[in-house]
């Protein structure tokens, strides 16, 4: 019972290289290497050494969190990112003469990828109020590639959160970007 075959991504499940991985049962393996194709899609050494790096680190839950990434962060305590999103408020410190507005609200992030692609964890948000500028024209300046916004409710009114849904004609309303630096 239960799968012949899975597969998964060494960065997205584990935070270790980029590579994709199959596990099964011996003869679909086997038939999988035996494909002429295996040959020019196999990963080269130093991604092997990499995922096996990285797989041994998990032998010791306390290490595996210190030094993978992407686990220390989905691991460290809300309290910790309170600290963190405090820092990175501070670092930004005032901007635009009084047209922005940057504060820190309580929210959630997805922890994406992969493994958890809809898991979300309680979070500190940096919301950024445009003041004078439209909501469009704001989200028009930023730097982030995903230009699409969506309306975040959750006590808040007229927010908006950068990611999801496409961008309506709004008055100014906050934004609001997570970080786990």
């Known amino acids: 019972k239960g799968a012949d075959i899975i597969t998964f991504s060494g960065d997205k499940m584990l935070g270790g290289?980029?590579?994709?991985?199959?596990?099964?049962?011996?003869?679909?393996?086997?038939?999988?290497?035996?494909?002429?194709?295996?040959?020019?899609?196999?990963?080269?050494?130093?991604?092997?050494?990499?995922?096996?790096?990285?797989?041994?680190?998990?032998?010791n839950e306390k290490k595996a969190i210190q030094?993978?990434?992407?686990?220390r962060m989905i691991c460290q305590s809300y309290k910790s990112v309170c600290r963190k999103a405090k820092k990175l408020l501070d670092m930004i410190g005032k901007v635009g003469n009084g047209t922005l507005s940057i504060s820190l609200c309580d929210g959630f992030s997805k922890v994406g990828g992969g493994a958890m692609p809809l898991e979300?964890?309680?979070?500190?948000?940096?919301?950024?109020?445009?003041?004078?500028?439209?909501a469009t024209g704001f989200s028009g300046c930023t730097n982030h590639p995903d230009k699409r916004v969506k309306n975040c409710s959750r006590g808040h009114k007229n927010t908006i959160c950068k990611k999801h849904h496409r961008l309506k004609k709004l008055a100014p309303p906050p934004m609001f970007y997570t970080s786990t630096l």
């Open 120 to 134: 979300e964890i309680r979070s500190r948000l940096l919301c950024i109020s445009p003041g004078k500028f439209s």
């Open 17 to 59: 290289p980029q590579c994709g991985i199959i596990l099964g049962k011996k003869e679909i393996i086997s038939a999988i290497k035996a494909n002429q194709l295996a040959r020019a899609l196999r990963v080269d050494k130093l991604t092997i050494l990499a995922l096996q790096e990285t797989l041994s680190l998990y032998r």
């Open 67 to 71: 030094q993978i990434p992407t686990l």
